[in-house]
Antibody, heavy 117, light 107 residues
Framework: QVKLQESGPGLVKPSETLSLTCTVS????????WTWIRQPPGKGLEWIGF???????NYNPSLESRVTISVDTSKNQFSLKLNSVTAADTAVYYC???????????WGQGTLVTVSS | DIQMTQSPSSLSASVGDRVTITCRAS??????LNWYQQKPGKAPNLLIY???SLPSGVPSRFSGSGSGTDFTLTISGLQYEDLATYYC?????????FGQGTKLGIK
């Protein structure tokens, strides 16, 4: 059973870069499209984008100018960088794996990132 | 982007009731529709994929139907542990988009 675990700072200053890592265990990095999804407090879910281990990426146009998703196959990890953050980027960030449904078959527990000075 | 609209936004039902949640897409998405259950303070969990398929481990009281633009999630015989928010999500194209959620309470 694939398990995902997010890690990274819980507090980021405005205009700085949010950086998160997701560690994959119990499965192969080639099994899924590795995805980031976020959820502002009390609100719904927003797809940020995904990357396949081969290097292909697809980002939400609303965030594309600020987002980078990368994969480190040697560490079974993938990462999110979101630059020039504002308070509107405050959210619980989830890593997830999109399988052949296609559907988000596995999820991390989520990590709250607050943007504040 | 494809807009996903769920109804109702919230509802309350009794244990044993049959509950129906609907999801409408702004354009045809064939059967590329998934449902997720999110319990308070937890990550979402896949409930239904490809409009009507149940992943292993999901109780059979959950079912999904629909194609094109209109979809339904049905819970047959509501249980206390079904208290959650339910989201639909289209996987027809990118960006992937979700409905706004339906919050289900237990009377």
């Amino acid at each position: 059973q694939v398990k995902l675990q997010e890690s990274g700072p819980g507090l980021v200053k405005p205009s700085e870069t949010l950086s998160l890592t997701c560690t994959v265990s119990g499965g192969s990095i080639s099994d899924y499209y590795w995805t980031w999804i976020r959820q502002p407090p009390g609100k719904g879910l927003e797809w940020i984008g995904f990357m396949y281990y081969s290097g292909s990426t697809n980002y939400n146009p609303s965030l594309e100018s600020r987002v980078t998703i990368s994969v480190d196959t040697s560490k079974n990890q993938f990462s999110l960088k979101l630059n020039s953050v504002t308070a509107a980027d405050t959210a619980v960030y989830y890593c997830a794996g999109e399988g052949s449904g296609p559907s988000f078959d596995c999820w991390g527990q989520g990590t709250l990132v607050t943007v504040s000075s | 982007d494809i807009q996903m609209t769920q109804s109702p936004s919230s509802l309350s039902a009794s244990v044993g009731d049959r509950v129906t949640i609907t999801c409408r897409a702004s354009q045809s998405i064939s059967t590329s529709l998934n449902w997720y259950q999110q319990k308070p303070g937890k990550a979402p969990n896949l409930l239904i994929y490809a409009a009507s398929s149940l992943p292993s481990g999901v109780p059979s009281r959950f079912s999904g139907s629909g194609s094109g633009t209109d979809f339904t999630l049905t819970i047959s015989g509501l249980q206390y542990e079904d208290l959650a928010t339910y989201y639909c999500q289209q996987s027809y194209t990118t960006p992937r988009t979700f409905g706004q959620g339906t919050k289900l309470g237990i009377k």
